[in-house]
């Protein structure tokens, strides 16, 4: 079946020759809006472990995860070929001799590239410098993960990112005069956001230079301002029908050529009051297929909105 919109795996094989998987790796970090330099709260949304629910501990080095994670993934899937991702928390909030030692480590024969997750206010020449050392010295490809969730700039006051859009815009900007890929991650069913705030999020990250975006909805994590919220009835969460809309909204007005790297995440039970409605990751990806081939449209449909719309009548 012809695919409707540019899936990872796909870009992955096209690239590598073959299927690469991610392995994922903890450092002990933190974040500036939990360490105190910009709030001690974090994130509404976020956990005491950040996102990486099937990392190792910090405690342990990042060689050993390395091998740990190998083991289960190639009996499984006969990979040849990894992506060492340094998923948790803000990858870059390290002085950066550090964070170029933690880098160095992860280079081993069979990791084809480097992807380190990061806020937008956490990376500058100093670190994107580092990067391209590494790139250069261990001739591995770079992926940056950029945490955006939304470009509606009150949601993100709300749900404590300490950050704004410009931030955003500022580290693609930069990130654009490097040889390295990026990633932006999106989450779908903030408190408070409509269709309109789905759309512009796809039209935003359109008009910069992104190359990759990540979808998931919103998880309610156990033991976060979110969860307060949750069970003192003062947000609302969309439905999964409503979910799968947004999705194929986003998709069909994000540039054509952008890379996705999933359209729905997933989260341990054991560490949350809500994710996904029950239903299993796969389940909500095959709606939003069906949902596309439904509608007969596809990733770019309705991307006619860059590059001097109002005046292409005197030029093509």
Not at 69 to 74: D, E, F, L, Q, R
Not at 102 to 111: F, N, Q, S
Not at 219 to 244: C, F, P, Q
Not at 289 to 303: H, P, Y
Request: hydrophobic fraction near 40%; glycine fraction near 6%; proline fraction near 4%.
């Amino acid at each position: 079946m012809k695919e409707r919109y540019r899936i990872y795996s796909t870009y992955l094989k096209g690239k590598y020759g073959e299927k690469v998987y991610k392995l994922p790796i903890s450092i002990p970090d933190t974040c500036p809006n939990r360490d105190g330099r910009l709030g001690t709260g974090g994130c509404a949304f976020c956990g005491s472990i950040g996102a990486g629910y099937e990392n190792l501990p910090a405690s342990v080095t990042i060689g050993e995860q390395i091998r740990t994670n190998k083991a289960h993934i190639v009996p499984k899937y006969k990979a040849h070929k990894f992506i060492a991702y340094f998923q948790n928390f803000t990858n870059t909030y390290l002085p950066p001799p550090l964070f170029r030692s933690y880098l160095a480590e992860a280079c081993k024969d069979d990791v084809v590239a480097l992807a380190v997750a990061t806020r937008p206010d956490c990376i500058n020449e100093t670190y994107l410098d580092i990067l391209a050392e590494i790139r250069e010295k261990y001739h591995v490809d770079i992926l940056v993960e950029l945490g955006l969730q939304t470009v509606n700039y009150r949601t993100l006051k709300l749900i404590n990112r300490g950050h704004g859009l410009a931030e955003y815009i500022d580290a693609v900007t930069m990130l654009a005069a490097y040889p390295f890929r990026n990633c932006t991650h999106v989450i779908i069913g903030l408190p408070g956001e409509d269709d309109a705030d789905t759309v512009e999020t796809a039209r935003v990250i359109s008009a910069l230079p992104t190359q990759e975006v990540k979808l998931h909805a919103l998880y309610i994590i156990k033991n976060t301002l979110m969860a307060e919220w949750y069970r003192d009835g003062k947000i609302s969460l969309i439905s999964v029908e409503d979910y799968v809309r947004r999705v194929v909204l986003f998709l069909a007005h994000s540039r054509p050529d952008i890379v996705f790297q999933r359209l729905i995440g997933r989260a341990p039970q054991e560490a949350v009051d809500f994710a996904n409605w029950g239903m299993g990751w796969w389940r909500i990806r095959d709606m939003i297929d069906a949902e596309l081939e439904r509608l007969d449209t596809w990733q770019g449909k309705d991307c006619n909105y860059l590059h001097g719309k109002a005046v292409r009548h005197f030029t093509e």
